[in-house]
Structures are given as structure tokens and as C-alpha cells.
């Protein structure tokens, strides 16, 4: 069966798979709180009484581990005596982390990410949660609670031993014997130093762990088992330990024999001469190299969540714009349709009244016509965005002389110039010189000429409309200058995407659909406004064959 990661946003959600999980125990529950308010919230809840009741009833062993604070410590001494299958442990500080464990059955996981601690309800403290039933990360999360279990259980070891070294003479012997079994049969690796860092004593996991005998082991410098980059921060921790007497834990890379480093945690007690002085220290050395792998898994982890966050972000940008977009694309075309609709029907039915020859209403006739023509052109707009969108476009190549094309156009231009925008004072320009031989789509190239010089007039009311031809090696360029008033910046990013238009009353589907086609052509598409303020310039360019 496919392993099963889910990322959860949701508190409750987390909170009641939680819950469902204790309720769901057979065997044994893991429990890893971040801080002591942790517990305090979880006691809060009603959990820690849950535990102890299915501890209770079916038997189930209960580990937990958490930091701690007189209370705790107060309910702690209180389950532990009187529970036989409930034991919880408290983590020092130095080892606590941002997230809680929870493993039921070693078979599923509930990881949850602190977000704010000073919260008093779960609900607000917690921040993203990961459940899994994955083997493999099941495992990763029970070796680093068995680690931490079982350092903290040679630690209490550990100290319990110092405290029966200061005993009376009369139970040295005794103490000395316990001492030194526990330190020989310890599956931790345990190793004695003097002041100076000269091992005197270590037991056999220790010396195997890093490929030497427990002979050879004893008279090294504690600097050769330790990695080149670890051996400055131990010589700092040796020398605050001179001075203080006290013992910090502290992490760093040990080497072996070998010359392979691993990561590691010691833990150590400080041992005196029978005057008190200071002679040397004893430590505990867990190898943290499970534990240090699942680090980079959860830091890991915490990059690809918070990539995927910014991923769904930008995405649900995009998606908001996307969205408005459409909804103008609608409140326009809803527009564009009832323009050439209303009179359409108006006309027709004044026509259908009108007395006499049909020849003598051209003008309504006229007007129906171009009505037609309007929403014929809506049509086919939405037609090629349909297809280009299903990628069946279609390109039918043929050989086209961009000159004669151009002047032809440019006749047509000039003459719809004159007959439909007599109030605007442009002027027209074609700047082409020589002839240009290409192979492209005649009816689809006349498309975007024509689109791009619609475009021009629309948005320019007097000066100079230039069209330019200019052929560069493999590729012709095609440009069309208006000295209109130009393109908004807020627009420009966006200007060839699908619905996107700077005028009142375009569908924003010109121009998505004119870049198409060129790109279809194997070139490209380009709008900048003029440098000199004036006006703007859209061209293209495609190949020459």
C-alpha cells in the first residue's frame, strides 16, 4: 500500500487526529512535547487523563517526553509511581526543539510545528502539522525519540552514579563496582579524560565505535577523535569547563580511525580528586547520525513547504488576476454583443415599417450590414482563441511578396481612413523600399496587419500612423508607429495575454490572438511606447521562409 503524507493546516483537524490516534493505540504511544506549556495545553485538553486511561484499560505502554516545571514535575512524580506502563522523562533544555511528536502502534506519526508558544489554547499555538503512515519516517521519528529517551536515561544514570561516588568511604567500594559495570556494559559510548583532554578510561562500545581497541584508545588526545571543524568549539567547551567546574552538553562531528566523522552529543560530569579538585570528566556520547539525517529531512522539508507556499501564492495571484480578467472579458463581450444586436433589431424592424423601395433605405441597410460584420468578427475572435487554445491553428504557408501586400493593404487603410474617421487628422505612412519574399499565411498575416492598424487608429486622433518593412538576414521585421497616446505601464506586462485591453470597448482578444498567430509562424510579438512620449509602436517578426 502506498505510504500516506498529508500536510494539515487545520488546529481542530490536527487536535482530533490526535485524539483519534491515542484512541486508536494497541501496543504502545510515543509522545514528544516541544515546551512545558505544550504539556500544560495538552493537560488542558484532557490528553495526558486519556493516556493514563488507555494505559489504564488496555494495557498500552506510554512513554512521554517534555521539559518540564514544578508542577510538571510535581504530576510527573505522581504518574511514575503510580503507573507501571506510564513513564515520561523530561528533556533538558539544550535539546528541545519547535515540534511535538506523537507515534502510535510505530506505525503512524503526528509531527505539529509550534507556532506561538505563549498561546494558552492549542488551537492558537499550533502551526502546520504532518501526518504519515510512511515506514521509513515513522522510523526516523522513533530512533530520534528512542536516542533522546535513552540519553536522558544515561544522564539520570549518569548522575545517580556521581551521587553515590560522594558518598562514605564505606560504600565507595560498592559505588565504584556498580559504576564500573553500568560504564563497561553502557550502550552508550562512555569515555574519562583528564583536564588536559588525555583519555584514561573508556569502555569497548566507545573504542569500537571508532575503529580502534580499548588499548589503543586509552592515552589519545580527545582532539584525534574530533573532526577538523569541531576541535576549535571543543577546545572552547574545555576551557569554559577549567574555569566553571560545570559540564554543558554540546554537539559536534567525531572522527573514527578511519577518518569518517559523525555527529554526536556528549554529555559529561566532572570528576574530583578526595580534596576536590578538579582531576578530570567522565562523558556520554550518543552517535547523533539518525537523528542528524532526520534534521536535514525537516529542514528540508520546511524549505519545500515554504517553496510550495510561495509556489501557491504567486499561483493564487495569477488565479485572482485570471479571474477579473475573465469577469471584464465578460462584462465587455456582453457589451460588444448587444452593440451590434440592438440596432440589428431596431433597423429590421424600421425597415419591416418602411413604405416604398427597398433601395431606398441604405443607410439602414448599411447599418445592419456592419452590425453583422461586427459580430461576425466577435465570433471568429472567439473561434481562433478557441483553437489556438486547443492547439489545431492552422498555418497554410505560401510564398507572399510583403510589398505588394502591404500597398494594397495600405490603400485599403487609407481609403477606410477617409470614409469612417473624417474627423481624426492622421496621416499615413508605408515605408517599404524594396520587395520582401516570405512564406507565411496570407489571410492570417493580413489578419494581424490589420488588427495592429485598427489599433493605431483607435487610439491615435491626429499626427502620423508609420508602417515599416526592414529585412535582416534570416528574419523580416514588421512595425507599426502610431502617435497616439500610447500604452498604460500597468498594462504593458500584460498587454498580450488573453482579455487583457487598454480600451473601453475591445474584447482583449486582438492582440492575444495576433501573437498567436505570429508565434505560430516561428516569431515573436512586441509592444513599447515611443521614447520621443508619443504614441506607441507594436511589431513582429517572422522568418523568411
Not at 268 to 291: P, S, V
Not at 365 to 373: A, F, L
Request: proline share 2%; with cysteine.
Amino acid at each position: 500500500m502506498t505510504p500516506h503524507i498529508q500536510e494539515i493546516e487545520d488546529p481542530k483537524k490536527v487536535l482530533q487526529i490526535g485524539v483519534n490516534l491515542i484512541e486508536s493505540a494497541k501496543n504502545e504511544v510515543l509522545v514528544m512535547l516541544s515546551t512545558a506549556m505544550a504539556f500544560h495545553r495538552q493537560e488542558k485538553m484532557g490528553l495526558i487523563d486519556l493516556l493514563q486511561k488507555i494505559s489504564h484499560e488496555k494495557k498500552i505502554s506510554i512513554r512521554i517526553l517534555t521539559p518540564k516545571d514544578d508542577s510538571i514535575k510535581k504530576l510527573v512524580d505522581k504518574i511514575n509511581s503510580d503507573e507501571s506502563r506510564f513513564h515520561i522523562r523530561f528533556i533538558v533544555p539544550d535539546l528541545q526543539s519547535k515540534i511535538s511528536i506523537l507515534i502510535v502502534d510505530r506505525a503512524y506519526s503526528l509531527i505539529v510545528e509550534l507556532k506561538d508558544d505563549s498561546k494558552a489554547a492549542s488551537y492558537d499555538a499550533i502551526g502546520t502539522s504532518t501526518y504519515t503512515d510512511s515506514k521509513a519516517t515513522v522510523l526516523s521519528y522513533i530512533s530520534i525519540f528512542e536516542s533522546l529517551w535513552n540519553v536522558l536515561e544515561l544522564h539520570e544514570n549518569i548522575k545517580e552514579s556521581n551521587k553515590k561516588l560522594v558518598k562514605s568511604n564505606l560504600q565507595l567500594s560498592m559505588a565504584e563496582k556498580k559504576y564500573r559495570n553500568l560504564y563497561d556494559h553502557s550502550p552508550s559510548m562512555l569515555r574519562s579524560i583528564t583536564s588536559d583532554g588525555i583519555l584514561i578510561d573508556c569502555n569497548h562500545i566507545y573504542a569500537k565505535s571508532l575503529g580502534y581497541i580499548k588499548e589503543e584508545a586509552i592515552g589519545m588526545s580527545i582532539y584525534d577523535h574530533t573532526a577538523e571543524d569541531s576541535i576549535s568549539d571543543l577546545q572552547n567547551h574545555m576551557e569554559k569547563w577549567k574555569k566553571t567546574q560545570h559540564v554543558s552538553q554540546m554537539e559536534l562531528w567525531m572522527k573514527k580511525k578511519d577518518g569518517i566523522i559523525f555527529p554526536a552529543l556528549i554529555i559529561g560530569t566532572t570528576l574530583y580528586d578526595e580534596n576536590g579538585k578538579l582531576i578530570g570528566r567522565t562523558a556520554a556520547i550518543t552517535n547523533l547520525t539518525d537523528i542528524h539525517k532526520a534534521r536535514l529531512q525537516l529542514q528540508e522539508r520546511e524549505i519545500l513547504m515554504k517553496k510550495q507556499f510561495e509556489e501557491l501564492q504567486i499561483l493564487n495571484k495569477k488565479l485572482e488576476t485570471q479571474d477579473r480578467v475573465q469577469k471584464e472579458f465578460i462584462n465587455i463581450a456582453a457589451h460588444e454583443l448587444r452593440t451590434p444586436i440592438q440596432p440589428i433589431i431596431g433597423l429590421a424592424e424600421a425597415l419591416r415599417d418602411k413604405e416604398g423601395e427597398i433601395s431606398s433605405q441604405v443607410i439602414l441597410i448599411d447599418t445592419i450590414i456592419e452590425s453583422g460584420k461586427r459580430l461576425k468578427r466577435l465570433a471568429e475572435n472567439i473561434l481562433d482563441v478557441t483553437k489556438i487554445e486547443s492547439d489545431t491553428l492552422q498555418i497554410q504557408k505560401e510564398s507572399i511578396n510583403l510589398k505588394e501586400l502591404l500597398y494594397d493593404m495600405f490603400q485599403d487603410f487609407y481609403y477606410r481612413l477617409q470614409s469612417n474617421y473624417k474627423e481624426k487628422e492622421i496621416k499615413l505612412k508605408l515605408d517599404v523600399n524594396t520587395d520582401v519574399l516570405v512564406m507565411a499565411d496570407r489571410a492570417r498575416l493580413t489578419q494581424v496587419l490589420m488588427n495592429l492598424f485598427n489599433n493605431a487608429i483607435t487610439f491615435t486622433d491626429y499626427g502620423m500612423i508609420t508602417i515599416s518593412v526592414e529585412k535582416n538576414n534570416d528574419h523580416v521585421s514588421i512595425r507599426v508607429r502610431d502617435s497616439g497616446i500610447g500604452i498604460d505601464d500597468s498594462v504593458l506586462p500584460q498587454l498580450f495575454t488573453k482579455f487583457v485591453t487598454y480600451s473601453k470597448t475591445g474584447t482583449g482578444l486582438g492582440l492575444f490572438i495576433s501573437k498567436s498567430i505570429i508565434e505560430a509562424h516561428g516569431g515573436n510579438m512586441w509592444a513599447e511606447n515611443n521614447k520621443d512620449g508619443k504614441g506607441s509602436t507594436f511589431g513582429f517578426f517572422i522568418p523568411v521562409k
